[in-house]
């Protein structure tokens, strides 16, 4: 049994706020949360968007399902409790990120909606923008781009979300974007609307930020 030493622990606030960065950054920060099967698109989107946000003068930076696999989650099997620690980890990260006034970019799978709930709740009102990127089995298993659905079939991969292992689609996400129905610019665009809006427009600065 580990040892648990909370309560010896203390949190140690720095002198540069969250506000005091989005001041310098000229734009609020966040988590962009997107979920969805694999091959639904939402690494290409990812980059997509951080590419568009990047042209905008905005700080952002992206957490890839997989590439955190190759570091700091690379202890953690694919099953349901590897799969929510998994999540846990990514939601303490982008939580950081965002307290470092950074445009926090996820793209993971994320199939448990407890899961992705319990990030929601580590945030504050409006900091999570949880975004189905919404594809049919069918249409991940045509594009398969890394060859996984196949693999899946032959049993050569166990716990595979939407084939052998559940995916819980989100209930109250702040975007949908149907990625089997419309190009990756049209996906896009309503993003960045969405965010100018909510994030760089100089009215969220004005009104969220006064002394």
């Not at 540069?16 to 997107?34: A, F, K, P, Q, V």
């Not at 045509?142 to 899946?152: H, I, M, S, T």
Request: overall charge neutral; hydrophobic content about 35%; some cysteine.
């Amino acid at each position: 049994m580990k040892e648990r030493n909370e309560r010896h622990i203390k949190w140690h606030t720095s002198g540069i706020t969250r506000e005091d960065r989005e001041r310098m950054n000229g734009h609020r920060s966040c988590i962009l949360w997107l979920t969805g099967l694999s091959g639904s698109g939402k690494s290409t989107l990812a980059a997509a968007i951080e590419n568009e946000l990047h042209k905008q003068h905005c700080r952002t930076y992206i957490l890839d399902g997989d590439n955190l696999r190759h570091g700091i989650n690379r202890d953690l099997g694919f099953g349901p409790e590897d799969r929510s620690e998994n999540i846990r980890r990514i939601g303490e990260i982008a939580k950081l990120l965002a307290d470092a006034g950074m445009i926090t970019i996820v793209a993971a799978i994320s199939p448990y909606r407890q899961d992705r709930d319990k990030v929601r709740a580590l945030c504050k009102p409006g900091d999570f923008i949880e975004v189905y990127v919404q594809c049919t089995v069918e249409e991940c298993e045509r594009r398969d781009p890394k060859g996984l659905y196949k693999k899946a079939r032959s049993g050569e991969i166990m716990h595979f979300t939407g084939l052998s292992a559940p995916y819980e689609p989100p209930l109250r996400a702040e975007l949908v974007l149907k990625t089997d129905e419309r190009s990756v610019a049209d996906s896009v665009i309503e993003v960045m609307a969405y965010i100018r809006s909510r994030l760089l427009a100089p009215s969220s600065l004005e009104t969220e930020m006064e002394p």
